[in-house]
T-cell receptor, first 115, second 110 residues
Framework: NAGVTQTPKFQVLKTGQSMTLQCAQDMNHEYMSWYRQDPGMGLRLIHYSVGAGITDQGEVPNGYNVSRSTTEDFPLRLLSAAPSQTSVYFC??????????????FGSGTQLSVL | SQQGEEDPQALSIQEGENATMNCSYKTSINNLQWYRQNSGRGLVHLILIRSNEREKHSGRLRVTLDTSKKSSSLLITASRAADTASYFCATDVGAQKLVFGQGTRLTINP
């Protein structure tokens, strides 16, 4: 199993550009989520999904859209990038949704710079 | 503000010494988890302790949980250079949301 795969690893955008960060998992996990990590701020939850067709907001959802059309994929869209969205983005998944007593599996991250 | 806050923010010790880092949180929890992050990489799950547990061990790791004080500690015994990383606690804050603290940056000096 590849686990959680994120692409691209690095991206530079200009203010106002749009892009999609890709996340795929091959573990048949129901739950998937996106976090952003900023220096001194730890990880903050952006959006999450408990299954195909179901998404919900986390702590910092503004400026980001998500969709979950398949169990495997959970892309994160930046509609109009802003410098404040410069960060490292992590996708994470876990097997089920019935309990939060389960560990998260993380991807290796996407480092995004918005100029 | 963050649900979980780690203390200290940075810790530097000699190889072979024990490392202790602490996590405090604000609301009631079902469980608390600890993760490790090596530089530039994704987080890796270390250990989970449930709210009805007081102590848990995994190899050189020992985690304690005091729900009355809303705090947890992670002890790494006999530290090694490979333990150099950032360590995060994470707590569940209601349906499907896991909230992470700001992390403790641990450096093991040879």
């Amino acid at each position: 199993n590849a686990g959680v795969t994120q692409t691209p690893k690095f991206q530079v955008l200009k203010t106002g550009q749009s892009m999609t960060l890709q996340c795929a998992q091959d573990m048949n996990h129901e739950y998937m989520s996106w976090y952003r990590q900023d220096p001194g701020m730890g990880l903050r939850l952006i959006h999450y999904s408990v299954g195909a067709g179901i998404t919900d907001q986390g702590e910092v959802p503004n400026g980001y859209n998500v969709s979950r059309s398949t169990t495997e994929d959970f892309p994160l869209r930046l509609l109009s990038a802003a410098p404040s969205q410069t960060s490292v983005y992590f996708c994470a998944s876990r097997p089920g949704t019935a309990h939060v007593n389960e560990k998260l599996f993380f991807g290796s991250g996407t480092q995004l710079s918005v100029l | 503000s963050q649900q979980g806050e780690e203390d200290p923010q940075a810790l530097s010790i000699q190889e072979g010494e024990n490392a202790t880092m602490n996590c405090s949180y604000k609301t009631s929890i079902n469980n608390l988890q600890w993760y490790r992050q090596n530089s530039g990489r994704g987080l890796v799950h270390l250990i989970l302790i449930r709210s009805n547990e007081r102590e848990k061990h995994s190899g050189r790791l020992r985690v304690t949980l005091d729900t009355s004080k809303k705090s947890s500690s992670l002890l790494i015994t006999a530290s090694r250079a490979a333990d150099t990383a950032s360590y995060f606690c994470a707590t569940d804050v209601g349906a499907q949301k896991l909230v992470f603290g700001q992390g403790t940056r641990l450096t093991i000096n040879p």
